[in-house]
């Protein structure tokens, strides 16, 4: 079944039963009635290598779009549909579900894949064929870029709304570098999770691209500061003193763990996999593999442990339905 829920503050505003199977993706176009479905589960109620585009105010599909392997992501624009299977990544028109494009990438099975939301900024970000690289197309102008993130596989990458910023992380998990991609791709900042590897499970931008959430495997949410962005430029070296650093930070010429920078916010738990993102007042909304929905709060200026300002649970349904 799929279910809609408003996350700030939490609330169940609708539930759709489909009876004939399991449904593996589900992708809304912002908050209007349109979605993408993807079949899942061990008897999927569609295909898994097809993408039905489902409108829930008719209650049936509007369009589909097949594929010779199994569908892994999909990311929707007003204007945009970007669908991701193992080895490539298809971005189509919307209107007339005809493809523009089809980008060849390494073999990418967890669906690594951005697209950013805002009317003026169309930018698409997936990995490239070679290790730790990353295209970035403007789809605009269809300008392309290529950034070498990582040494290793890239295990999650992801767009500030208009484009403009992009945050990647290696298979490690110890390490999210922040490039600048107006123009010819820099990195910005490099921020460090910890120092044992483990699996990146989100990252996510605050609105105005301040803060940077990120959930992973160690079961610690954390919250980097990444500054006033609008006075980011290439030469920008200084991290923001708001990030917690090494007390041996002169010993970065050594090694860079001394020079690294660490969260400037942090919650312990849950400890299952889980995605996250900035709601309002300052609040981050957390959605766990076990059901678990909370909405921690931070100190913008201060940092330190965030608190709990609201926790729930998609085990009991609040519509009366478990």
Known sequence: YQRRVHGDPYRETFRRDFPNGGIGIVEMLFRCNILALVGGGKTPCFPPTKVMLWDDHQIAPIGELSFRSEVRAVKLRRDKIVVVVDQNVYLYTFDKLEMVHKYDTALNPKGIV???????????????????????????????????????????????????????????????????????????????????????????????????????????????????????????????????????????GISTYFSSEWSFAWFKGPDVPSICAFGTDNSVLVVAANGQFLRLGFDPEKGGEMEIRESNSFAVSPLGRS
């Open 114 to 252: 951005s697209l950013s939301p805002a009317s003026n900024g169309a930018v698409l970000a997936c990995p490239a064929i070679q290790k730790g690289v990353v295209r970035v197309t403007n789809l605009t102008s269809a300008e392309e870029q290529f950034v070498l993130a990582h040494e290793s596989q890239l295990s999650y990458l992801v767009l500030n709304n208009d484009g403009t910023r992009l945050a990647t992380a290696s298979e490690k998990g110890t390490l999210i570098r922040i490039y600048d991609t107006t123009g010819k791709p820099f990195m910005i900042k490099e921020v460090r999770r910890g120092t044992h590897y483990t699996e990146i499970y989100s990252i996510s931008f605050s609105s105005d691209s301040r803060f940077l959430v990120v959930s992973s495997g160690k079961a610690t949410i954390h919250i980097f500061d990444l500054g006033d962005q609008t006075q980011a430029t290439q030469h920008h070296e200084e991290g923001d003193p708001r990030n917690r650093k090494s007390t041996f930070g002169f010993l970065g």
